[in-house]
Each structure stands twice: as structure tokens, then as C-alpha cells.
T-cell receptor
Framework: GAGVSQSPRYKVAKRGQDVALRCDPI?????LFWYQQALGQGPEFLTY????????KSGLPSDRFFAERPEGSVSTLKIQRTQQEDSAVYLC??????????????FGPGTRLLVL | QKEVEQNSGPLSVPEGAIASLNCTYS??????FFWYRQYSGKSPELIMS????GDKEDGRFTAQLNKASQYVSLLIRDSQPSDSATYLC?????????????FGTGTLLAVQP
């Protein structure tokens, strides 16, 4: 079946511009994660949804970052007033609902954001 | 101290050799451990998961876990040039309600033909 999809794949923004990144998880996957990967680093957790509920947003770096998943499927990560340090690859991952042992997270192709 | 530590490499091995990738973690209560492979410009893909002490084998890959030493490793037998990639170690720390992954910085593996 179809994997996790993300759009746009590339985004160039001027500093101060708002951007919106979309994630379409695997059908039926209840859990959805957003990660940020800077060049040469491992992905870092941003936020987690179970269905439409945002259960953990402890990784969001500032109040300029906002995520939503209103119908429990597609999710959008919004960054307001972008700064150069926001330049990174934003990865979305989805998994089946967590029961006991942690489920495999499947990653989308990522959105590469460059802030000039 | 980072929660998950890996040698960034590059680790260079000849084709056909065994590649050994290592990872240490700081949360002693961690229960779930993963190895992801990431090709340049691509997203991470799961290679192995391991939850119990000991070895777990899958084809040319073997994951090893030692919770007492807080150490997890990945062995790749008969390394191929197509194995050249960054290998990310990831851990789910104890007590997390969300199963978020904590990643190391990754080890770059280069298999020389």
C-alpha cells in the first residue's frame, strides 16, 4: 500500500515568512510523529498525535511552531515567522496504535526547508 | 551527555567484510531499540528492532543488546557497496507515553568495492 507522503518536498522561504508542511500518514495509522533533522544530525522529536489529539508537543522549539491533525488523518506543521535556524528536513512518521511493545514508525520522504 | 551516542565515522570497510556499528544510551530503563538506515537525501528506513538482551539476526544483519552496559550494536556481514549509508540508532526511553524515538547522530558507513 501507499506509504507516508509529505508535501511540499522542498520549500524555500524568506526569513519572516510563514510556511505549512503537510503529512499524509499510512491509512489506518493512529499515531503520527513529526521530527526535525538538521544537516549531519539525527532526527529530533517535535510532536506526537494519537488520532486528532496532540498528546506530546514537548519537542517544538518555540511558539512559532504549531501542529494540527483535526480529523485524525492528515497533519500540518506550521512555522510562523521563519528564521534561518529553522532550515532543516522535517520528517513525518506514522505507526499503528501503541499497545505494549512500541510499533514500527514508518517515515515519509521529508520536506526540506531552506530559510533565506 | 547526549541520550544516544554514536561514533559519527566515517567507518570504512572493504566489500565482503563485517561492519560493526555501536551505540550507547543513557536512560537505563529504556526498553525498545532500533536501527535505521538513511541514504543521503532520503528518509530513515527500519533495519532492525530489538527489545531483549542478546542477539537478533535477520539475514546479513545482527543486532546485539546489552542492557547492563547500556549498549546496542549492529553487525552487517558480507558488506556490500549498497550498504553505504548513515546508520541511525534510536531508543524509546522509559516512561514515555508517546513512544517517541530518541536518535543518535548516526554513523556513516562506506563499503569500498
Amino acid at each position: 500500500g501507499a506509504g507516508v507522503s509529505q508535501s511540499p518536498r522542498y520549500k524555500v522561504a524568506k526569513r519572516g515568512q510563514d510556511v505549512a508542511l503537510r503529512c499524509d500518514p499510512i491509512s489506518g495509522h493512529v499515531s503520527l510523529f513529526w521530527y526535525q533533522q538538521a544537516l549531519g544530525q539525527g532526527p529530533e522529536f517535535l510532536t506526537y498525535f494519537q488520532n486528532e489529539a496532540q498528546l506530546d508537543k514537548s519537542g517544538l522549539p518555540s511558539d512559532r511552531f504549531f501542529a494540527e491533525r483535526p480529523e485524525g488523518s492528515v497533519s500540518t506543521l506550521k512555522i510562523q515567522r521563519t528564521q534561518q535556524e529553522d532550515s532543516a528536513v522535517y520528517l513525518c512518521a506514522s505507526s499503528l496504535v501503541d499497545r505494549g511493545r512500541a510499533r514500527t514508525q514508518y517515515f515519509g520522504p521529508g520536506t526540506r526547508l531552506l530559510v533565506l | 551527555q547526549k541520550e544516544v551516542e554514536q561514533n559519527s565515522g566515517p567507518l570504512s570497510v572493504p566489500e565482503g567484510a563485517i561492519a560493526s556499528l555501536n551505540c550507547t544510551y543513557s536512560d537505563r530503563g529504556s526498553q525498545s531499540f532500533f536501527w535505521y538506515r538513511q541514504y543521503s537525501g532520503k528518509s530513515p528506513e527500519l533495519i532492525m528492532s530489538i527489545y531483549s538482551n542478546g542477539d537478533k539476526e535477520d539475514g546479513r544483519f545482527t543486532a546485539q543488546l546489552n542492557k547492563a552496559s547500556q549498549y546496542v550494536s549492529l553487525l552487517i556481514r558480507d558488506s556490500q557497496p549498497s550498504d553505504s549509508a548513515t546508520y541511525l540508532c534510536a531508543v524509546i526511553p522509559y516512561g514515555g507515553a508517546t513512544n517517541k524515538l530518541i536518535f543518535g547522530t548516526g554513523t556513516l558507513l562506506a563499503v569500498q568495492p
